[in-house]
């Protein structure tokens, strides 16, 4: 089969240029953008309800020093009417529609429609905010307090907050410290066990609520105002140029949690505490505020009264849209000797800061040969980036609590597919393997869904030349398409190495997916480098030599097999 068509999706290590190990980016630029956004509710009611609610809050524009969102054409539709149609807005500003079915149909369709003019512009900031902040307006009062997701009143996050914001002299200072902290002490999962602070500081993960609303317990606790922000982000990649060559970035498209944090100089600016401080991109549309994500839940939210004796509830699917109209990014970043060891993005500031030192990683363990004849491996080993949402149907993900007597809610739900087509014959894509312990391979496993197509998969096993693709060295058994379930969800493909049991010591790898035919594949990958250096997720064109482009993300891969004691 091979001899017809083979394109590999590579695995490897990237060389990071000593001595530098920090991945703090300064950006200039801009990006703007007019996008058509529309998002489909359909709700399939349960038996025996006797009342149903849906809320969904009205975007408002917004500007700050670095993003600006400009918010036309609102529309709001149902179908069929309610009984029932009330406007609120809220001590945060938010403006709420409330919609209330008192005969309850069989189906409900929601669609909510705008226009919105984002621009996202990176220039010199400069900000005088003393740290401490001095006397702060009383309309920052909710901003200090800690809540059950942000508990700024812990011991724990007091501790830290105060370890990190040392001597600080300034308000940048202090958040700086407090966002690189985050960025490399909190591995993105989805979805995790809690979404409070204190969860994410004790188990070291989190989603985008997780890394949120540690940032603002840490940053409240030493006086900070911090709000939480609640929107969407599209998965319209854009790209970061660099000396190395392109960074590029993309989000899944759907709900996103984010911060703003109070300068006295500036207003309220935001930060995305995953990898980006003083700004968000214009990818994000910013829709609910408020002190946590326990009060930002009203867009969206579906609450019901249903008798006691009921058998089945209300089921919700939803569909986000969005068409970019007209797009212009024009960014360019430079790599900082200081900062933390993840990727953290941020405009050039003028202010008094420390410079976040990072210890260079130890050198890999070198195995001399005759010491190889001798190992024995006996000890079960797995390896990868192994946390995703496995067998997950997006079109149907949220679940339901009950909010009283006979009373229910479905809150919206942050759980986003983020996948790549990677069986593309135009484009390739790239993740390293880096094993530090002496491996017998048995499997690869990698986090795919069948959309269609008809062929054959398997995965070669290529030598590091250099951070480039060497000899080839292993190739797994076939896999007929036929093999891959076409239900929805993500879930674990195996290639078996059984039969050549393949022996890898410690050092970096290529795995590359070859297929033939014409499969329609998409690779799950996590925000972040969960597992892997910054860089160990490349791609390039197909006619292209160089794998100059770096991806934001990682993919979901799982190495499994035997290794020593």
């Given at each position: 089969?091979?001899?017809?068509?083979?394109?590999s999706?590579m695995l490897f290590a990237t060389?990071?240029v000593?001595?530098c190990?920090a991945?703090?980016?300064t950006?200039?630029g801009?990006?703007?953008?007019?996008?058509?956004y529309?998002?489909?509710?359909?709700?399939?009611?349960?038996?025996a309800?006797?009342?149903?609610?849906?809320s969904?809050v009205?975007?408002?524009?917004f500007?700050?020093?670095?993003?600006?969102?400009?918010i036309t054409?609102?529309?709001?539709?149902?179908s069929p009417e309610p009984q029932?149609?009330?406007?609120?807005?809220?001590?945060?500003?938010n403006?709420?529609?409330?919609a209330?079915?008192?005969?309850?149909?069989?189906?409900?369709?929601?669609i909510?429609s705008?226009?919105?003019?984002?621009l996202?512009?990176?220039?010199?900031i400069?900000?005088?905010?003393?740290?401490?902040?001095?006397?702060?307006p009383a309309s920052?009062a909710?901003?200090?307090?800690?809540?059950?997701?942000?508990q700024?009143?812990?011991?724990e996050?007091?501790r830290?907050?105060?370890q990190?914001t040392?001597d600080?002299?300034?308000?940048?200072?202090?958040?700086?410290?407090?966002?690189?902290w985050?960025v490399?002490?909190?591995?993105?999962?989805?979805?995790?066990?809690?979404?409070?602070a204190?969860?994410?500081?004790?188990?070291?993960?989190?989603?985008?609520?997780?890394?949120?609303?540690?940032?603002?317990?840490?940053?409240?606790?030493?006086?900070?105002?911090?709000r939480?922000?609640n929107?969407v982000t599209?998965?319209?990649?854009?790209?970061?140029?660099?000396?190395?060559g392109?960074?590029?970035f993309?989000?899944?498209?759907?709900?996103?949690?984010?911060?703003?944090?109070?300068?006295?100089?500036?207003?309220?600016v935001?930060?995305?505490?995953q990898?980006?401080q003083?700004f968000?991109?214009?990818?994000?549309v910013r829709?609910?505020?408020?002190?946590?994500?326990?009060?930002t839940?009203n867009d969206g939210?579906?609450r019901?009264?249903?008798?006691t004796?009921?058998?089945?509830?209300?089921?919700?699917?939803?569909t986000?849209?969005?068409?970019?109209t007209?797009?212009?990014?024009k960014f360019r970043?430079?790599?900082q000797?200081?900062?933390?060891?993840?990727?953290?993005l941020?405009?050039d500031?003028?202010?008094?800061?420390?410079?976040?030192?990072?210890?260079?990683?130890p050198?890999p363990?070198?195995?001399p040969e005759?010491?190889?004849k001798?190992?024995?491996?006996?000890?079960?080993?797995?390896y990868?980036?192994?946390e995703?949402?496995?067998?997950?149907?997006?079109?149907?993900?949220?679940?339901t609590?009950a909010?009283?007597?006979n009373a229910?809610?479905?809150s919206?739900?942050?759980?986003?597919?983020?996948?790549?087509?990677?069986?593309?014959?135009a484009t390739?894509?790239?993740?390293?393997?880096v094993?530090?312990?002496p491996?017998k391979?048995?499997?690869v496993?990698?986090?795919?869904?069948?959309?269609?197509?008809?062929?054959w998969?398997w995965?070669?096993?290529f030598?590091?030349d250099?951070?480039?693709?060497?000899?080839p060295?292993?190739t797994?058994e076939?896999?007929?398409?036929d093999?891959?379930?076409l239900?929805?969800?993500?879930r674990?493909t195996?290639?078996?190495f059984?039969?050549?049991s393949?022996?890898l010591?410690?050092?970096?790898?290529w795995?590359?997916l070859?297929?033939?035919?014409?499969?329609i594949?998409?690779?799950?990958y996590t925000?972040?480098?969960?597992?892997?250096?910054?860089y160990?997720?490349?791609?390039?064109?197909?006619f292209s030599?160089?794998?100059?482009?770096?991806?934001?993300?990682?993919?979901n891969y799982?190495?499994t097999?035997l290794?020593?004691?």
């Amino acid at each position: 089969m091979k001899k017809f068509f083979s394109i590999s999706l590579m695995l490897f290590a990237t060389v990071i240029v000593a001595p530098c190990f920090a991945e703090n980016f300064t950006v200039k630029g801009d990006m703007s953008s007019t996008i058509h956004y529309e998002l489909q509710h359909q709700i399939t009611a349960g038996d025996a309800m006797s009342k149903l609610f849906l809320s969904f809050v009205v975007p408002q524009s917004f500007e700050s020093p670095t993003y600006r969102q400009q918010i036309t054409n609102f529309k709001m539709t149902f179908s069929p009417e309610p009984q029932e149609r009330a406007t609120a807005t809220d001590a945060r500003g938010n403006k709420t529609i409330l919609a209330t079915w008192t005969r309850v149909p069989d189906k409900i369709d929601a669609i909510v429609s705008f226009d919105a003019a984002n621009l996202t512009g990176l220039k010199l900031i400069e900000t005088d905010s003393p740290f401490p902040l001095a006397a702060l307006p009383a309309s920052m009062a909710d901003y200090l307090k800690a809540t059950e997701q942000v508990q700024s009143d812990s011991a724990e996050i007091r501790r830290l907050a105060l370890q990190l914001t040392k001597d600080v002299k300034t308000q940048f200072d202090a958040v700086q410290q407090v966002i690189s902290w985050v960025v490399d002490n909190v591995r993105y999962v989805s979805p995790p066990v809690q979404y409070d602070a204190l969860y994410a500081l004790t188990s070291g993960k989190g989603n985008c609520q997780n890394f949120s609303h540690l940032s603002a317990a840490l940053l409240r606790s030493v006086g900070i105002p911090v709000r939480i922000v609640n929107g969407v982000t599209l998965n319209q990649p854009f790209d970061i140029v660099w000396e190395k060559g392109t960074l590029t970035f993309k989000m899944g498209q759907g709900r996103h949690s984010w911060i703003e944090v109070w300068f006295p100089d500036k207003g309220w600016v935001p930060y995305d505490a995953q990898n980006m401080q003083l700004f968000v991109s214009n990818r994000f549309v910013r829709i609910e505020v408020g002190v946590d994500n326990n009060e930002t839940k009203n867009d969206g939210l579906v609450r019901w009264v249903q008798a006691t004796d009921a058998r089945t509830k209300p089921r919700l699917q939803e569909t986000i849209d969005a068409n970019f109209t007209s797009d212009t990014v024009k960014f360019r970043g430079s790599r900082q000797n200081y900062g933390p060891k993840n990727l953290l993005l941020g405009p050039d500031v003028k202010a008094e800061f420390k410079k976040i030192e990072i210890i260079a990683p130890p050198p890999p363990v070198v195995i001399p040969e005759e010491e190889k004849k001798t190992l024995r491996f006996i000890v079960p080993f797995v390896y990868g980036n192994t946390e995703f949402p496995e067998d997950v149907d997006f079109a149907f993900p949220r679940s339901t609590k009950a909010s009283g007597a006979n009373a229910y809610e479905m809150s919206r739900s942050f759980l986003v597919e983020t996948a790549e087509y990677v069986t593309t014959k135009a484009t390739q894509y790239a993740q390293v393997v880096v094993l530090k312990n002496p491996v017998k391979l048995q499997k690869v496993a990698l986090a795919l869904h069948k959309f269609g197509g008809e062929g054959w998969l398997w995965v070669d096993i290529f030598q590091d030349d250099q951070g480039k693709p060497g000899a080839p060295l292993y190739t797994s058994e076939m896999l007929n398409l036929d093999q891959l379930s076409l239900k929805p969800g993500y879930r674990w493909t195996n290639f078996n190495f059984k039969k050549d049991s393949p022996f890898l010591f410690p050092g970096s790898y290529w795995i590359a997916l070859g297929f033939s035919g014409s499969p329609i594949i998409n690779w799950f990958y996590t925000y972040g480098k969960p597992v892997g250096p910054v860089y160990g997720t490349r791609y390039k064109g197909v006619f292209s030599d160089d794998w100059s482009g770096a991806l934001s993300y990682e993919f979901n891969y799982r190495v499994t097999g035997l290794t020593v004691k």
